[in-house]
């Protein structure tokens, strides 16, 4: 079957669906014919019109002429097509010439999060959390290699034998990573974190069941009070929606410094700064680390800074903006819990300070956050919130934290679905004379909910 997820009727199958099903001959059998009358055209096409000449008009009235350039050559082909297959694989070689080739169905798919291409055979996507095998594939290796070419080219950045890795996105902000051989053994792998273009918000995450109303009614009281918030969480786990959610309450008369290694947040409010990364050229130098542009930040007059993750020695200069004056910082760091959240920003300072001492490091972690916030995706391809935990300060060498709500996992119910029950620990947390301060006072039951889900 050619790359689809939407139900046909047979009058409106492909030529190649229609064998398909009529036939008893394996799918291995008719796919490289289907793929080489596809290439042939192709080929025919570029070598027929100028896509350079053709760049400077409207991209809707070249998609158009070159339509009925590519339909002409369909009709000088001995493989007779309806007017149906024609459309079909006169959209397939626009796909190619214009947009990603075999990539383009996927990206079309909003409920599609992942698309993750192991060489040119094989394809995969995550759709709500879970991962499913498609039919989509490509050509050949070159084939994927030019795709891939084409995504890193068009953000000035280059993949090949002395750079087979690479970060890069696509224009709707997709953050993709690619790695070719010799790195990658069995032909090129590429990634593609897609976001959705209506980010969820607040709002939407207590709707899905991945915080309770007081979870989020906390976490609004802390950005608005301006305390220092740390995100951890795994791969896929959440992190950054969450970290988009919780900035829309950022006071829209402040102004934000973002800081990413690819731009993937997406900010509303009017005064932002946007920085990210820069790769080696191609004598390996002129590199630009999230290091170097948090130290640059702190001279751009920051009202708050956030920091798409921290993963090495920026974490000591992202402790120290949090100590000197530049509260509300917001930030994301790969972790399975709270406390392996502080163990890895004790790793990571001292990867920026050798000669620190690990006291010295603690003291300026229990001094600096303020919440750890602890999404999780389960079994079931749901996210959920495991934990908002305050950092309540030092008991002798030891940074002590507190949860203030949790999620108790309680088992799966006959469908796979997780069962289970948000609740309040009753603690209230040390930071409450801070929301206080700042003028907001949370409601009397609010550390007492509990929410089975």
Do not use: C
């Not at 070249?62 to 694989?89: C, F, H, M, N, W």
């Not at 084939?143 to 084409?150: A, T």
């Not at 406390?339 to 920003?345: E, F, G, I, M």
């Not at 935990?389 to 679905?417: A, H, N, Y």
């Amino acid at each position: 079957m050619l790359p689809t997820f939407d139900q046909k009727s047979p009058a409106q199958l492909s030529w190649e669906q229609r064998l398909l099903k009529n036939s008893s001959q394996p799918r291995q059998s008719l796919k490289p014919e289907y793929q080489e009358l596809k290439f042939t055209l192709h080929r025919k096409l570029l070598d027929k019109i100028n896509l350079e000449a053709l760049a400077t008009i409207d991209n809707q009235r070249v998609r158009g002429e070159v339509r009925q350039a590519l339909i002409s050559l369909i009709d000088g082909e001995p493989t007779l097509l309806s007017g149906l297959e024609k459309q079909q694989i006169s959209d397939e070689v626009l796909d190619e010439v214009f947009g990603l080739g075999p990539l383009e169905p996927l990206l079309a798919d909003n409920t599609i999060s992942d698309i993750l291409v192991n060489g040119h055979k094989q394809v995969y996507i995550e759709r709500n959390g879970l991962l499913e095998l498609t039919s989509v594939t490509f050509r050949d290796d070159q084939h994927l290699l030019r795709i891939i070419d084409k995504i890193v080219s068009q953000v000035g950045r280059r993949v090949d034998e002395s750079t087979p890795m690479v970060d890069a996105r696509l224009m709707d902000g997709s953050r993709v990573n690619a790695i070719i051989p010799p790195l990658a053994l069995d032909g090129p792998l590429m990634s593609i974190r897609r976001f959705a273009q209506d980010k969820l918000t607040a709002p939407d995450l207590v709707d899905r069941k991945a915080m309770t109303p007081g979870m989020m009614e906390l976490l609004e009281a802390a950005v608005k009070a301006k305390l220092n918030i740390i995100i951890s969480g795994g791969t896929g786990s959440g992190k950054t929606t969450l970290l988009n959610a919780l900035s829309a309450y950022i006071n829209p008369k402040e102004r934000i410094v973002t800081i990413e290694d690819a731009a993937e947040l997406q900010l509303k409010q009017p005064h932002v700064a946007r920085l990210e990364t820069r790769p080696p050229n191609l004598e390996g130098t002129g590199a630009v680390r999230i290091r170097e542009l948090l130290v640059n930040s702190l001279r751009m007059r920051p009202d708050r800074i956030v920091v798409g993750e921290v993963r090495g020695g920026e974490a000591l200069d992202m402790l120290q903006a949090m100590n000197t004056g530049h509260d509300g910082s917001l930030t994301t760091v790969h972790a399975n819990s709270p406390r392996d959240a502080v163990s890895r920003l004790e790793v990571m300072v001292s990867m920026a300070a050798s000669n620190m001492q690990v006291l010295s490091i603690r003291q300026q972690i229990a001094a600096a956050v303020n919440v750890l916030v602890q999404p999780m995706r389960l079994s079931d391809g749901s996210r959920r919130i495991m934990s908002i935990t305050e950092v309540t300060g030092m008991e002798g060498d030891i940074v002590t934290l507190q949860d203030i709500f949790v999620f108790e996992k309680r088992g799966l119910s006959p469908e796979g679905k997780v069962i289970g029950r948000f609740a309040a620990t009753g603690i209230r947390p040390k930071f409450y004379e801070k929301l206080l301060a700042a003028g907001i006072r949370l409601r009397p039951d609010l550390f007492d909910e509990v929410m089975e889900i």
